[in-house]
């Protein structure tokens, strides 16, 4: 097995960050740091990522997360922050989030140790789907909710079009799901900020037609093959 699809299938990372860690010298075989990017591995092969051995047939996790908001997307954090790990404590694998929610923001987070399907899943190309529901302040009108549909300057970037529905609107807040393709640092808060009404709170609450439904913070449950199968295809 070539030594990139070995790494991505112990879940260590995707193909072409493999190669990325092999050119840098964090990958070795045998002792050995690997020079061979088109290295096969056989039988007998021991291999060490960043000075940890690993197994190329680990069994895959796929799970849904609903992450509160106070915890960082992130394996480890160096300031001893919660992070979405601390959820997942009893899950028997070295899994890992696949993309980031805002320490601010709650919601869906796919988590899993199969590096092909995060980067599929993470990729600008498959152009996923995410929507997030968004309490903001003040009414959202109906030529601004237009702006969004077609896209706002948020600073260098004009957002793609996206889809905005209201669900429920106050005098002092409006209730407001929004869709987009991008992916963007604060996209959504910046959205929003650009049409004059500030984020007071945002959930994700679906990948394309993968739903977080009912499932309560900080509570996971497994992916169906359907929804992973349907996750890996991009569509």
Do not use: W
């Not at 290295?39 to 509160?68: C, F, W």
């Not at 399907?117 to 152009?127: G, N, Q, V």
């Amino acid at each position: 097995m070539r030594i990139n699809k070995y790494i991505a299938q112990a879940g260590v990372a995707s193909r072409r960050k493999a190669d990325e860690l092999i050119a840098n010298g964090n990958v070795k075989v045998n002792g050995l740091i690997l020079k061979e990017p088109g290295y096969d591995v056989v039988s007998g092969d021991v291999v060490e990522v960043n000075g940890r051995r690993i197994e190329a047939e680990e069994k895959k996790v796929y799970i849904l997360l609903n992450k509160p908001v106070g915890y960082i997307t992130s394996v480890s954090d160096d300031r001893d922050r919660l992070t979405v790990m601390d959820l997942v404590q009893d899950v028997d694998a070295r899994i890992f989030p696949v993309g980031r929610l805002d320490y601010n923001t709650s919601g869906m987070l796919i988590m899993t140790n199969d590096g092909d399907f995060a980067y599929t899943l993470s990729h600008p190309k498959h152009e996923m789907p995410k929507t997030y529901r968004a309490v903001v302040a003040g009414v959202l009108s109906n030529e601004k909710c237009a702006k969004l549909r077609e896209g706002v300057d948020i600073g260098g970037f004009v957002t793609s079009k996206a889809k905005v529905e209201i669900v429920k609107g106050h005098p002092r807040n409006t209730v407001v799901d929004i869709t987009i393709h991008e992916g963007k640092n604060r996209q959504v808060r910046k959205m929003f900020k650009a049409v004059g009404n500030n984020v007071q709170s945002l959930e994700r609450i679906a990948i394309g037609d993968v739903k977080l439904g009912r499932l309560a913070e900080g509570h996971y449950r497994k992916l169906t093959r359907e929804e992973i199968e349907y996750l890996k295809n991009g569509r």
